[in-house]
């Protein structure tokens, strides 16, 4: 057992918190309301920073580094709601590495890394994810390469993404998961952004388009989108930790700060033990996205399976609680949109629903992986 | 001991669902349908329909425009309304400042001000919780001092919800600065059109401009529109607060966004699946055993019993079960929850609103004295812990 950072690992812990301190709340806040909702300027400094690549192999530009060290990351950024969408183009991109060929890596996935273009999993389709995976859109092999039909829902971050990496049942082919990387642009693709509750956007993706055969990602597409979904969820839980770090630093100082009856409210003994509380979820939570983030980089996806569903099932509990109690604690001005308390709740909101809920991973875990 | 209601409650029951068939407007009842957030017209629409009836103002006595209710039947009002989803009545006229004049008010104000409220002419706000006193209510700081027949009102109210849409507001001012704490505050009718006066909405997390500041800069106030006597106001706003706590429980809402549930798991054919049926029942048997709690409390009052234990906890385990309906309404959208003020066909209907109400109804063990500070209440006054 070792939990101590590597050298490198501070080093990235450091570089995060300092971007964090130059990129406050305030940043994403403003950004809410963009038609983008995120910055392609601090996108290009990411990029520069090595931070696209950080979890991705030498031979498309990243640096090598593990599952852990993102999540490092993205537990940083976490704790000033950086809405770049790192972590969505990366799920992309380990599909990509997952399923696809050389040629394939580089035409995709090197650009992303380089800060050139942001990749998009768009695989979900009905509302409910718990246990019906199966695709409903489907692949046809013609003339000119595959026909591909459907329509795909909440996909995170599609409505900038340069390449979506589509989840499609290939026909005739029973229980069949392929993927295909689609570009927003081609005739047939309809791409209709939406806003989310924790203020960034998602896309509502109509395919009824031909990509050629060089689009196919050959290999076997359902540990791809597993591997994909499972890291997901594995940074979901790092950002998670992030937030729940965060919420509690800003309630035990208002409550080292905020008077009511002539003293501190900190002085309530009930108010300690829901501070306490906050602060064992918080610590429980991370425990287990620490886990999660190892076993994704392992080689056994059993064990990633146990260990993602618990840390994703944690995430729910640990989470709910410690940002509700936030924003109880913080009385009033908790409910208030000018308070930062109340954007952290709804990113542990979105958190919770996306690369499977609670209630899949309970599910999951229950059947042993 | 029984548990079914009366025939003559039955038969009031069925009045009051017959009445909101027939006379809830089409445009009304389908955005009651879906759940969807009901504009400031829109509520007042419903009040002038529930004025027409003389079912707008329960709690008020018969002589003075209230329709001669006992307390189980203003249960079943309320209960029926809400399940059926009717427009909320801002309560800040009807249920507070309404009884606050009629019990403390002088003939003058009964004349000017009861009618209106009644008749949804005046619609009312309340100037209570300040930046520096919510939980600690009696630190709040606006001062009115005294000018011959008028006081100068200076200060900041917080919290004062719909006061955009509001045409008066009943405050809590300091106009005794020396004396101890609940001494000296008084319960003053401010015009919200009386210069000096600045209100400014803000948004909440559930991105609706529920609440407003109020600021007041030398605002000219009549001494005729102090209710009760001048530095007793505490005793005033404590009367408010002790009406009717069945009422906030929310028992109907809650029953009514469980149903929402069950449409969402049907809509998403969950409905047969054993962990979302188990989820819901869970939820049912807590709302079944608010609801049953609430009962006695108003079985006591209709004897005439003074408020037992049972009725103190039904403002905290309301307000949390409201909180617990939209979140399992939440769980059961699965991805449908991230939607955010969703355009048409991005979600099903009866979604489109859930997410921003789950998001703003944190408020609800919050406002109204927090659960912390209702805890501490029923320890003190009811555990004899202090």
Known sequence: ?369 | MDLSFSPEHLAFRDEVRAFILTEMPPHLRAKAEVDAHFEHHEVMEWHRILHRRGWVAPLWPAELGGPGLDATSRFILSEELELANAPALSPFGLAMVGPAIIQYGDDAQKQRFLPKILSGEEVWCQGYSEPNAGSDLASLRTRAERDGDHFIVNGQKTWTTYAQHADWIFCLVRTDPNAKKQSGITFLLIDLKTPGVTVRPFLTIGGTPAFSETFFDNVRVPVANVVGAIDAGWTVAKALLGHERTLIAAVGAIGRTIRTCKQIADAHDLDQDPVVLAKIARLEIRHRALQMTNYRALAGAQLGHAPGPESSILKIRGAELVQQAYELAMELMGHDALAWFPEEGIVPELEAGIASAFCYLRATTIYGGSNEIQKNIIAKHLLGLS
Request: with cysteine; aromatic share 6%.
């Open chain 1, 1 to 369: 057992m070792n939990f101590e950072l590597t050298e490198d690992q501070r080093m990235i812990v450091e570089a995060a918190a300092g971007f964090a301190k130059r990129s406050p709340v305030a940043r994403m806040r403003g950004l809410r309301d963009d038609a983008v909702g995120w910055s392609p300027e601090v996108w290009q400094q990411m990029a520069q920073l090595g931070w696209l690549g950080l979890a991705l192999p030498e031979g498309v530009g990243g640096s090598g580094g593990t599952i852990v060290d993102a999540a490092l990351l993205v537990e940083q950024l976490g704790m000033v709601l950086a809405p770049e969408p790192i972590v969505t183009s990366l799920v992309a991109a380990h599909a990509i590495l997952a399923a696809g060929n050389k040629a394939q890596r580089d035409a995709f996935v090197a650009p992303f890394v380089e800060g050139r273009a942001s990749l998009a999993l768009a695989w979900a389709e009905g509302p409910w994810m718990r246990y019906d995976r199966a695709c409903r859109a489907v692949a046809v092999q013609g003339d000119g390469g595959w026909r591909i039909t459907g329509e795909k829902r909440f996909v995170l971050e599609g409505h900038t993404a340069t390449h979506l990496v589509v989840t499609a049942r290939l026909a005739g082919v029973e229980d069949s998961v392929a993927l295909f990387v689609v570009d927003p642009g081609m005739p047939g693709v309809t791409v209709r952004p939406l806003r989310t509750i924790d203020g960034r956007r998602a896309a509502h993706v109509k395919l009824d388009v031909v990509v050629p055969e060089d689009r196919r990602l050959r290999g076997d597409g359902k540990p791809a989108l597993d591997l994909a979904l499972d890291l997901g969820a594995a940074l979901a839980c790092a950002e998670g930790v992030g937030i729940m770090r965060t919420v509690l630093a800003m309630t035990v100082e208002y409550l080292r700060t905020r008077e009511q009856f002539g003293v501190k409210i900190g002085s309530f003994q009930a108010l300690q033990h829901r501070a306490v509380d906050m602060f064992v979820e918080t610590e429980l939570a991370r425990s287990l996205a620490t886990a999660a983030a190892i076993r994704v980089d392992g080689d056994d996806a059993t064990e990633r399976r146990l260990a993602v569903s618990a840390a994703k099932v944690q995430l729910h509990e640990s989470g709910r609680f410690v940002t509700q109690q936030a924003i109880q604690l913080h009385g009033g001005i908790g409910i208030t949109d000018e308070h930062d308390v109340g954007l952290f709740f709804k990113r542990m909101v979105a958190l919770n629903a996306i690369y499977g809920d609670a209630d899949y991973h309970v599910a999951r875990f229950a059947e042993g992986g």
